[in-house]
């Protein structure tokens, strides 16, 4: 048995907490994985791992040693990579979670010159709404709209999106124009459910300097971003969100109505984030570095949910 390689699979399994997953991941069989694991056992005369019927845990030996061994493979591929991307440039597989609406219309399409740039990185794009676990999933970095709750990982600030409140034009022939925050009570809003409360998230909007939020009613709740749009454009309801200039014609032909645009909701801020404590391989900083610039530099189109607290939370 290969001892790095037996490292890099406790390194997996133990990240994972499965036997399986590890196996799916580094697209190993399943005994190679297990097989790993008990070299390590032996060769240690320790017990890394706890295996239960649902869960793979580390021991308190399992810990120290898993802690070791993420420092000791970052310092190796560290120093392969230098070599590797002198001779060769970067290469490899990057896994990555971005929000749907900015991905279809800002990142793919946007791919093209970064292939040019480096044809020998492979990119793995989920393009979801749903706030995923980037561990669980295997995810090297994602990129993440609102503000972030989530400890575990590191985020890095590439930039923010101005939010707009509109409406379609059948629902102001419908309901009226809203005028003034007190409004509001008579209108409808299009619910967007937060994937980690699975509430509606509250309508957002600035008064003298002060955010204040409203429980807004709602006939039909999401949790996709171009589903909001198109309830909005059934005229289901107002929303609020980052709108760019791919729905510029909805407002040119007055299918979207800017309204309230004294009461706005505050900046979203854009950031990428990955998980704490993971080394990031030169090719994923490269991707980070790419998509902070694209980020800088283009008006984004309606992107992810408001990714808030669950309300009652700390802010």
Sequence with gaps: MDHLQAMRVFARVAQLGSFTK????????????????????????????????????LTPEGAAYHERCVQVLAEIDDAEALFADVANGPRGVIRVDLPE??????????????????????????????????IEDGVDCAVRVGSMGDTTLVARR?????????????????HGLPRTPADLDDHVAVGFFSSRSGRDLDWEYQEQGELKTVAMRSAVSVNSAHAYIGCC?????????????VDAPLFAS??????????????LP????????????PRVRIFVDWVAELIGTKTPAVAAPKHKRPRGAAR
């Design 22 to 57: 590890a196996a799916e991941q580094m697209q190993l069989p399943r005994p190679t994985v297990s097989n790993a694991i008990q070299y390590l056992e032996s060769h240690l005369r320790v017990r890394l791992l706890q295996r239960t019927t649902r869960r793979v845990a």
């Design 101 to 134: 609406r900015l991905a279809l219309h800002v990142v793919i399409p946007a791919l093209p010159e970064f292939f040019a740039r480096y044809p020998d990185i492979r990119v793995v794009l989920s393009a979801t709404d749903r706030m995923i676990d980037l």
């Design 158 to 174: 590439i930039g923010e999106f101005e939010q707009v409140n509109c409406a379609s034009r059948g629902y102001i022939e419908k």
């Design 233 to 245: 454009l059934a005229g289901l309801g107002m929303i609020q969100g980052p709108v760019g200039s």
């Design 254 to 267: 007055g299918e979207f109505v800017e309204v309230l645009k004294d009461w706005k909701a505050p900046p």
């Design 270 to 281: 854009v950031s990428v984030v990955f998980p704490h404590g993971r080394h990031l391989a």
